[in-house]
């Protein structure tokens, strides 16, 4: 059936134009304020000319969805405004009749203003020395709502919705305008993608579903009348919060308009107007907190997208603009997390299990060659209710602070605001690299003492673990063993600032004032406690700093997604400096350091693993030997301890994967975990290397040239 009224299918309007002009004559006497300012073709013409433009394509702000990585799994969606954008062809032509029955009888009749409306409104509001009826048509409204949606300062959503005889006027103008170049359809379309039904649904799609679980295309006539009537006044008529009495009036007003158009039979309607209105109800999900119960834990991960978003300048100039781009943009966003990793990661943290421990465990996978995050768990429950967690271990916090845990949305794992934890001697890897990347080998030899008094770092005198470390030793026993003395000694033979530049490079950031203060270019070469892990880093950084090593020393910039969609389908790009045009979801890497440096560290970085390098020897013992045996495959990493074990750390990785995993106090940083939980982050990543490369091929590290070997 067309949606056009049956009873004038066909018949010509006589006249019309003239009616329209007169309308607008009768607009002005309406409006007295628009005559005493003398609006007409000058004082309209810049306005209309500023907006017209907008309103020719102006789409409405609409959700963006979240999916797991098979493109089709909806996690959460980011929306101010739950709507989905709708073609009219995907709705029902129920709803198209019943919002031309509920609104505006003569919409197939008019050019965007009915004179006939407007003389019934000014009639109306003489009698009652007041404004009791409108005359707003379909287009007017649409205009109404596109100016708003459009709008990008609260003075401009005011001037969009006030209640005033200029802005009636500019809106019946532009509704002229419009109608010229939109068809019918068209406007009705975008009407329908606009309007507000209450309980935060805008447009056809949300209302459909959250009031009825379903989609506009299969909306039946009494339900497509239900909503139709709530665009009047969704509170009002609200049939979920009423005793549904005087929505069920309004429905019923729309049936038996929608009878007197001839979109349907009398015995149709009185039929209609005898079922209750049946609600079922759908409470659609909005942000990280909401993610769905099957994948909870993935919270910290959505969390971390949020925060990649908003530093991504591809979306707006600050981080207001991007996260308002989130919200309103329509974009469909594909996380790069893999299920499988996840679930590995997930349990070898204890993240169900062990989540009411001050210390948290968390660990990060990075993907080496893309910079994709593949993981990240720790061991606490994603969620906003704090009401069930004790009070903080830090006694400076007070009794009324609460802790982060079992339940906390504080990004542990990095990607946010916090500065992470002291990382130890997983930082040996950046001077190591910049002393390969400088021209040194790893045959290069110091007899390295229990304690070492650097004559560069004003006497300074770093110690080793155990007299154990001291001796002669190479990259590989001293990277190894863990030899501190071995590696200050390094430092002060290349600069320590060039280990700090490297670490940048790699994707490291200072963000405490003491770590900016030591990193900054007029104090970093006296940082000689730097190779020591004195900085603060997160997993995530730390993840991916080591993936680069692993992908011969190409670093990628982390990142979240596999791919974002703009809601016409087309991939999200961004511009280059250059004026290149690149998808916001590929990798961006480029080459830090030399392959051969980057092998040549991996080919030191077995040594702490128990792996056999490719080239020289390891001096007999390791600080995780037991990494190799456990994944089961060639394996290259670091440990890390800070004073007093306050925190520990293992950093692993194989040619296909990279993972950090740390265990501290978050609260307190003085709380130490002790020498007894130092092994707990490295048999959480072993045991998720293991597990996530389970069935997989095994790939061999590149070995080294002769020439870095030395």
Known sequence: MSNRPLASAGRAVPLLRAGLIAGIVVAAVAYPLAAFTGIGAKATAHAVEQKTSILKTALPAETSYLYAPDGKTVLTMFYEEYRQYTKISDMSANIQQAIVAAEDNRFYQHRGVDPKGVARAFVANARSNGVSQGASTLTMQYVRMALRDSASTPKEVQEATQQTSLRKVKEMRMALDVEKELSKEQILERYLNSAYFGHRAYGIYAAAQIFFSKTPATLTPVEAATLAGLVKS?????????????????????????????????????????????????????????????????????????????????????????????????????????????????????????????????????????????????????????????????????????????????????????????????????????????????????????????????????????????????????????????????????????????????????????????????????????????????PLEMANAYAAIAADGRYCEAIPVNSILNRDGTPATYSTPGGVQREIAKPRCRQVVSADAARAATDAARCPTGDTPAKGGCGGWSTADSVRGTVGRPVAGKTGTTDSTRSAWFVGYTPELAAASFIADPDNPFNAVGDGQSQVPIGAVAETLRDALKGQPTRQFTPPSDQIVG
């Not at 925060?307 to 790069?336: C, H, T």
């Not at 946010?416 to 950046?430: I, N």
């Open 234 to 538: 969704p509170s009002e008529y609200d049939p979920i919060t009423s005793d549904q009495k005087d929505a069920t009036g309004r429905r019923n007003y729309v049936l038996d308009n929608m009878t007197r158009l001839g979109y349907m039979s009398p015995d149709a309607a009185a039929a209609a107007k005898a079922e209750p209105i049946r609600i079922k109800l759908t409470n659609p999900p909005n942000d990280c907190a909401s993610i769905d119960d099957k994948h909870t834990r993935w919270g910290f991960y959505c969390d971390y997208l949020k925060n990649w978003w908003s530093a991504q300048p591809a979306f707006g100039e600050n981080r207001l603009e991007r996260m308002d781009k989130l919200r309103r943009g329509g974009y469909r966003i594909v996380l790069a997390i893999d299920p499988k990793i996840q679930d590995a990661a997930e349990k070898n943290v204890g993240a169900k299990e062990n989540t009411g421990s001050p210390f948290a465990n968390g660990i990060v996978v990075a993907e080496p060659g893309t910079g994709r995050i593949k993981a990240m768990a720790v061991n606490r429950n994603y969620s906003l209710d704090l009401s069930e967690n004790p009070s903080s271990s830090n006694p400076e916090a007070g009794p009324k602070v609460k802790a982060n845990y079992p339940n906390t949305v504080a990004p542990l794992l990095g990607g946010g605001s916090l500065p992470g934890y002291q990382a130890g001697s997983t930082f040996k890897m950046f001077p190591m690299l910049a002393a390969l990347n400088s021209g040194k080998t790893l045959s290069t030899e110091f007899n390295a003492p229990y304690r070492y008094r650097s004559r560069v770092y004003n006497d300074w005198q770093p110690t080793n673990a155990s007299g154990a470390m001291s001796g002669q030793q190479t990259m590989w026993s001293a990277f190894g063993k863990s030899v501190n003395t071995y590696w200050v000694w390094m430092e002060e033979q290349i600069g320590a600032d060039k280990g700090v530049r490297l670490a940048e490079q790699l994707g490291l950031r200072w963000r405490t004032d003491v770590d900016r203060d030591h990193a900054s270019p007029t104090k970093a070469k006296q940082w000689g406690a730097f190779t020591l892990g004195v900085s603060d880093a997160t």
